[in-house]
């Protein structure tokens, strides 16, 4: 067992200052996707081009590709990949693991509806409407569960590698992708962070009972 403990990680105070190299291309980013976002809300994602975001955005086509491969990156990628592993990793080491997944996936749900929870039913609702997008998640869950691979190895000293942490770590980004999915189709009505804690009951505990 890998005996790290919270207080063993850096936090965010104790993480120096960004530079101003780094703040610009986090404002560039976010410019890119907040034109993104607004054009799609007003005409659509297939009559929204990169030539589009890139006016929008006041940043040249190129600068959008050197961001964002794709257009489908643009609407998928945000920053709480490395968030959550982060925060997995701060989690006392005698915590039992599935108290740390619902702490942790809890966060990064406040978090994002902090932001802005408009965009996370953007997201949502894309990822069940565009094949484009929701083929993009597909491929982007392989390497999120490569992250929480090596995260769930530091916790348990388990090998990262074995065939037991990588069936649970997709198992777990799998589950938490339909539970998207469920929700967007649903028209957003059910609770968000409900459906998340029943997906990681199911992961924890199996598929419940049949009702008699």
Not at 71 to 91: C, F, G, H, N, Q
């Amino acid at each position: 067992m890998n005996p790290m403990t919270a207080a063993q990680r850096t936090t965010p105070a104790d993480r120096p200052q960004l530079g101003l190299r780094e703040r610009k291309k986090i404002k560039t980013r976010e410019a890119i996707r907040a034109a993104t976002y607004g054009l799609i809300k007003e005409q659509g994602y297939d009559a929204t081009t990169i030539d589009q975001i890139a006016e929008r955005a006041e940043v040249s086509p190129s600068t959008v590709f050197r961001y964002f491969p794709t257009k489908e990156d643009i609407v998928l990628t945000d920053e709480y990949d490395a968030l959550i592993m982060e925060e997995l990793s701060a989690r006392p080491a005698d915590e039992p693991w599935p108290e740390s997944i619902r702490y942790v996936m809890h966060r990064a749900l406040a978090l994002g509806a902090k932001d802005d929870i408009e965009v996370s039913r953007l997201r949502s609702r894309l990822t069940v409407e565009v094949p484009a997008v929701r083929s993009r998640m597909m491929e982007s869950m392989s390497v999120t569960g490569r992250m929480l691979c090596q995260a769930i190895g530091e916790r348990t000293g388990l090998d990262p590698e074995s065939v037991e942490v990588r069936v649970y770590a997709m198992s777990l980004v799998g589950g938490l992708m339909e539970a998207s999915l469920y929700w967007a189709e649903r028209g957003h009505t059910d609770d968000f962070p409900e459906l998340i804690d029943r997906t990681l009951d199911v992961l924890q505990h199996g598929l419940p009972q049949r009702n008699s």
